[in-house]
Structures are given as structure tokens and as C-alpha cells.
């Protein structure tokens, strides 16, 4: 048996609703930076909902980028869940900026194969 589109949509709002934070992690799934930033959700479809807005974090000296993640508070609170992204490396002394994009940046409710 599998949910239905209303089930999925449920779901996903249910994580919606507590995933208020995202930040960045490096590939041993530490924090990258010290700065979670405020996450909105667009409404559910198909279960799924995409960031309301791009989200743009300032990386600078060999930080490494390779997940972004879900939180509940902006500090300390409840890591959610974490995504993969295509790995990027910065240099030293490098200070570039790495954006999460609305619509590619998403929460999804699946049914169990």
C-alpha cells in the first residue's frame, strides 16, 4: 500500500513546519561556517516543497561544502536530515559565496519501495 498525494503533502509539511534553519556541511558532515540561515517553504506538491527563496551563505578559507542540512533552531536544536550537493572546495584566503537555490533546495516525502 502506498499514500497518496494528500498522505506525501502531509508529510513533507509536517517536516516543513520544524525545518526553520538550514546550514552547510563538509564531507564528514561537519558544520561548515558558524551561520545557519532561515528557511521558508513553498507550499507542498507532489510531496514536495521547494525553498521560498534563495539562500546565500559567505565561505571563506578552505571550507569545504558537500551537504546542506535542515534544522530546528538557528543555534544548537535538532539536525533534521541532510542532502547531498555537488562537493565544492575553496582556497585560502578564497571568499566566495554559495547559494542555495530555491529550485533545487527541497523537502521530500517518498512512499517505501
Keep these: 500500500m502506498a499514500y497518496e498525494t494528500a498522505g506525501l503533502n502531509a508529510a513533507v509539511d509536517g517536516i516543513a513546519t520544524v525545518a526553520t534553519y538550514v546550514g552547510l556541511l563538509d564531507d564528514t558532515s561537519s558544520p561548515v561556517g558558524t551561520e545557519r540561515k532561515a528557511a521558508t517553504w513553498a507550499a507542498a506538491d507532489a510531496g514536495e516543497r521547494d525553498l521560498n527563496a534563495d539562500i546565500e551563505f559567505t565561505m571563506v578559507a578552505s571550507e569545504d561544502v558537500a551537504y546542506w542540512a535542515a534544522y ?8 533534521l536530515g541532510k542532502w547531498a550537493l555537488t562537493p565544492v572546495q575553496f582556497g585560502d584566503g578564497d571568499t566566495l559565496t554559495y547559494t542555495l537555490l530555491a529550485s533545487s533546495t527541497k523537502l521530500t516525502a517518498t512512499n517505501p519501495s
Design 72 to 79: 530546528t533552531a538557528a543555534s544548537e536544536g535538532t539536525l
